[in-house]
């Protein structure tokens, strides 16, 4: 059983920058998809960016250009470095590791965008 946790959340104003991560208790270098998704109050958790074992990265529409996505298989760590921060972008964001049928999630870090 695969072990997430995030950290990086934190208050910041509109247009500052947060990284968060996630750091796997296990070895992630065979993890096909990681991905960070988010949720804010009354909302349903929404993807937001997925890193593939082989590098390649996808974005939701309303963060591309903003945010990157990366991942340190050694240190067994995903990133998701944020910029250009909207108050919209107040949530819950959650890390998510999924291979095969296996899916694994994080207890999620909350970031809050004044404006």
């Known amino acids: 059983q695969m072990q997430l946790v995030e950290s990086g959340g934190g208050l910041v104003q509109a247009g500052g920058s947060l990284r968060l991560s996630c750091t796997a208790s296990?070895?992630?270098?065979?993890?096909?998809?990681m991905s960070w998704y988010r949720q804010a109050p009354g909302d349903q958790r929404g993807w937001v960016a997925t890193i593939t074992s082989d590098g390649s990265t996808n974005y939701a529409d309303s963060v591309k250009g903003r945010f990157t996505i990366s991942r340190d298989n050694v240190k067994n760590t995903v990133y998701l470095q944020t910029s250009s921060l909207k108050p919209e972008d107040t949530s819950v964001y959650y890390c998510?590791?999924?291979?095969?049928?296996?899916?694994?999630w994080g207890q999620g870090t909350q970031v809050t965008v004044s404006s």
């Open positions: 296990g070895s992630i270098s065979s993890i096909h998809f």
């Open positions: 998510n590791a999924a291979t095969g049928l296996t899916r694994y």
